[in-house]
């Protein structure tokens, strides 16, 4: 029998790993780079590419935590390793309201300036699939500092549901995950532009951040309330 407390963490995980904005922002660099220079065509493979890089390469640290949870601690973690857990989840819901956007007026992150300047870089000199593909790894890679925890707990989480739901539910996370992106692209080819996208980034920015930063301490909560408390 499926446990729904589990599927809450997968889906609320997914949901809080969605907000995060660094995969949005390399896909505005993307299209911004792209479309000056190819036909609308060309800027839509390599979007297809770079999202499918970021799906996979999520796919792929979700089901590598689960491997390695399975492993390590044959099965579910004990409560106090998720409390552990739920300690830093919560003291990346505070650097999330403080510390995730530079201060000023844009959307530019906390990433150091070194890998900013770098994935810019990379975003505009992409031409083919496989670069665009490649960038979605670096997007993935680069985000892991806050996304890792989600995976950590959502592995878990999948680890004790019943076997037919496991795959399910990897699938369910990766899907939540990339779904911005998947909103972007269809936005844009529905008309919308990089100028109006990023201008509500912009003007919403503060609620970005809060929505982020909630959802991390919510997600903190319920592990506490189901997993450990009412274990």
Not at 8 to 34: F, K, M, R
Not at 117 to 134: G, Q
Not at 203 to 213: E, V
Request: glycine letters at 8%; a positive charge; aromatic letters at 10%.
């Amino acid at each position: 029998m499926i446990d729904l407390a589990d599927l809450g963490v997968v889906i609320l995980s997914g949901v809080a790993h969605a907000t995060l904005q660094l995969g949005l922002g390399c896909l505005l660099l993307l299209y911004h780079a792209s479309l000056g220079k190819h036909v609308r065509k060309k800027t839509k493979n390599l979007v297809g590419s770079f999202i499918s890089g970021v799906g996979l390469m999520n796919f792929l640290i979700l089901a590598s935590a689960c491997f390695i949870i399975a492993i390590i601690a044959n099965g579910c973690l004990s409560p106090l390793s998720l409390m552990v857990i739920t300690a830093i989840i919560t003291l990346l819901a505070i650097i999330m309201w403080f510390f995730y956007y530079r201060r000023g007026r844009t959307t530019e992150l906390w990433l150091p300036k070194i890998v900013a300047r770098y994935i810019d870089k990379r975003a505009k000199l992409t031409e083919s699939n496989t670069e665009a593909f490649s960038l979605g790894l670096l997007a993935c890679f680069a985000e892991m500092p806050f996304t890792l925890v989600l995976m950590l707990v959502s592995a878990n989480a999948i680890l004790c549901l019943p076997e037919i739901w496991q795959g399910i539910a990897v699938a369910l996370y990766t899907i939540t995950s990339i779904l911005p992106l998947i909103i972007m692209r269809y936005a844009i080819r529905r008309g919308g532009t990089v100028v109006d996208i990023q201008r509500w980034r912009n003007k919403n920015k503060n609620f970005l951040r809060m929505i982020s930063g909630v959802l991390f301490l919510i997600l903190g909560i319920y592990i506490i309330a189901f997993k450990v408390i009412g274990q």
